[in-house]
């Protein structure tokens, strides 16, 4: 009996410290920038780590959201205007890649399950392995490309090249999701004589609501990341995405860790809310997408 | 009631008589006003609040200024060029890129923009000047100097700045066994720009040259120049007087290091950093900051110009906003202000003498001897391949620091580079 | 296979296919003007010289893949990105297989575990090199300040100086954040297993490392299979996290480094293609390996 409870307590407890390590991995690299970001700059060069900052400082932060900010002692001008674009233009690529790849993927990952037409199963079958692919196999013909079409450092171009690299994974995970509902709930509809579209429409996509969600949050997910392809098809503040001109900052503020890591933090915002808001979509999606 | 009516009429009557001078005024004043000019520059030249904010009263154009890393800002007006899409309206172009862009034609040839009196006073405009164009207007006099922190050498029983490279040795020595500083001598060894043009120095310190005349290097045997500097960085580094981390670092990293007291020698100074060491407000080594001739095995020092300049592309937008830009950054007050802030060497002779003249110029001396002695890096002119060439040399010289492969191996590949890049 | 009554069939067939297209349409012309037209010209660029800076494309035939085959830089290239890949699957695979295990067992609090576990696949790339470029920092970083407090090192030392720790680093911030993914395939696939084949394991009297030969790991195979070809083709993708924390240097650059910089910063287009085909084809087939072998093995159910 007492052999039972200490292997048990034995487990637990080995469970209990795993679950520790799990996150103190997964969440300490963050826990320690954004503690980083509110220490002052003597403090962060002291020899030993705090594990949190003596005194909190905001400083870093009004550096970047400020009317004014500092670099090598001077007082510059406020950086916001540059931040605030940068983060504008993220949003717009990230929400209109995302909104073009769900809606293109909801209806064509359903004419790939359920309508028959020449070359279905083939063209799945190609846009699938282009998973495969590196991105950078195509992105110097893509630039050439771009550049006759004139469409670098446009919303539109830098859009429809992340639709082209997300829609795979869209499409590969709508296609499950609709390949696991039964028929029968359209067959009835149809039978009633509703046209196709409106069933795919009206019953088909509110059931595979969360497989949009999770598409949506993918995408979403990918192109607020996204960083070589903005690197050459993004040069100016017009549509300059935040990725890229965090690395910017670090180059021009070489020492100033401070600056740097406040600037990381306020760029993982939007994914950290959507985690902890939506994660059980993510999930899903992940998951279903995996089962495959 | 009358007064009123008198005060009014009187009011009105001078408004009628002012206003029409009044949009004249204005018009003369500030003709770009309203407009905004988008500007790519380098750290060193993060305009500082009250420079910008009198640019803008001044003309009336909002500046957005862009600053980015030095080594970023080729790749990016390489990449928005070829697509035909400026970076800015006004951008930094670097003395080695010259050749480059010069024969791309991605730069407004700007021969018209200056008074003549002002183009004579701009002796390093020579540099800017491609196919008998000039396609850019320097502002940064940058030529390189040894600084070093006397009381590091004070305090090791060193009375004069080191001549040679073996006395620079000798000192840093010296600075380290009486534990003064740790790494006493600061270079950057990271694979960027600022690693291989501390190269070029030290091959110069030797006695020698990179390339002759038909652009053959000279510098793959071992009694050559640049075999020695390199040899004499790699050494130096062992021997435990460069910091192992400097294969991380930039220059503008090693400067910061010297700031905060933890270097004795900055080898390849800029000279108007002087002004930036010598502030109180910016560096802990105010009061001990101070310049000395490049170290020379020759006995006559010698050392090259780094000059950057401002450049307006083909295809930027607001070219007389840019081009306003461009005369205020030459403007005395702005120079001033620019080398007392952030350090930057005008390049306008009669600004320099201002500066000296008035005690203003940081070790003066020392830098207007210094800069008797500057001679261009390449005597022909920077070749178009220059970019490619050095970004091979900063790689091999950043392999040869981490040890993962000897002196001898590395100049081999940055001849083998140099070969690839001429092609 | 649609399972519609005959009496309905006709009607709906024609239908279909001209659905279907309408539907399929965004989808061609997309990938085909954004990913398999470029892939065409990579090809076939990869023949000529395209380098903006010089003037003409002369037909070369095979004398670019000549070129990468005889530099040096393009070597080491290809060596670092193979160490990153065999790095990167092997800890992403062990590290998601023991988190999924974990995940498996654990009912208090799964949901809040998996957002944690997700998050760092869900940064930027790029931000997560900035963490670690600081968390790395010879002088003031968080791992030589651990190590010295705990005695493992006795000074600050300078992880990037040696080829192999700088290699180890920098596919350890990748690992950070591709592990997740592989914990969640295999999390789905540990799922799928019913709960009765441990039981009647356990009946048989194998132990916990005994079942999990016998009854896991066959059963995961299908997403083992999945993750493993996934973190493959991230890992052969790896750019972010090395360009920020190293740049340029030799040491740890990687292939897709190495073609940016030969595409973007010297100019030379028609080398940069004909690298990027190669490292498709090397892609493709490890992936191909990797497809193959799970079709092999599902088709003996």
Known sequence: MRRHILTLVASRFGLALAVLLLLVWSVGPIYWSLVTSLTSPTDLVSTTPHFWPPSVTLEHYGKLLGATSWSQGNQVQSVWPQFSRAFVNSLVTSIASTVLTVVIAAFGAYAFVRLRFPGRDLLFILVVATLAIPAYTVMIPLYRLMISLKLIDTYTGVTLIYVSAFLPLALWLMRSVYQSMPVSLEEAAWLDGA????????????????????SAILTFLNAWGQFMIPLVFSPTLATKPLTVLIPEFVTRNYVDYGLMNAAGILAIIPPVLLVLFLNRYLVQGLMAGASK | MKRRLFLSTVAALHIALLAPALPALAQTAKPLAGQTLTVLLPPWVTLPKEMTDRFTEKTG????????????????????????????SATEIDWSWVGQFGAAGWYQPLDGILDPAVLADLPTSKIFTYDGKLIAIPYNNDFRVLIYNKSHLDKAGITSAPKTPDELLAAAKA?????????PIGLPLSATEGSATAWYLLTKAFGGELFDEKFEPLFTAPDSAGYKAMRFEIEALKAGLIDPAATGLKDVEIQELFKSGKISFDVAGWAGNLAVYTDPSKSQVAADAKAALMPSVTGKSRTFGLPGALGIPTSAENKDAAIAFVHWMLEPETAIADYTLLGNLPTRLSVLKTLNDDGKLKEGDVLLEQAGLVEPLFAQGTPGWYPEFSSAVASALNQAAKGQISVDDAVKQIAAEAKNAQQ | MTYAPSSVRPRFYNGDAGLGLAFAIPIIVIMGALVFLPLVTTFIDSLYRVEPMRAGTPFVGLGNYKALAADANVRLAWINTLIYVVVAVVLETV?????????????????????ALILPWCLPPVVNAVVWLWIYNPSYGLLNGILQSLGIISQNKVWFNDRETALFLVALVHVWRMMPLTAIILLAALQSIPADLYEAAKLDGAGPIKSFRLVTLPLISGGLAIA????????????DEAWILTGSSLDTRTVIIQVYMSAFQNLKFSFGMALSIVA??????VSLIYVLKVYRETRFD
Do not use: C
């Not at chain 1, 795919?200 to 949009?212: D, H, Y």
């Not at chain 2, 800002?73 to 928005?80: A, D, E, L, M, N």
């Not at chain 2, 600075?175 to 790494?183: D, M, P, T, V």
């Not at chain 3, 493993?228 to 890992?235: E, G, I, M």
């Open chain 3, 95 to 115: 590290g998601g297989l023991g988190a999924a295990l974990l995940l498996n067992k654990v009912k208090f609090g799964r949901r809040w575990l998996l957002a």
């Open chain 3, 228 to 239: 493993l070809s996934q973190s493959t083709v991230f890992a052969f993708n790896l750019f």
């Open chain 1, 195 to 214: 046209s196709k579209i409106y069933t795919l429409v009206r019953i088909v996509m509110p059931l595979a609501a969360p497989g949009l969600i999770a």
């Open chain 3, 280 to 285: 498709m084809l090397a892609s493709l087939l």
């Open chain 2, 175 to 183: 600075i380290k066994a009486a534990k003064i500083a740790e790494y």
């Open chain 2, 61 to 88: 154009i909002t500046l957005n200024s862009q600053t980015l890393g030095w080594d970023e800002i080729r790749t990016k007006i390489v990449t928005s060029m070829v697509a035909n899409t400026a970076p800015a």
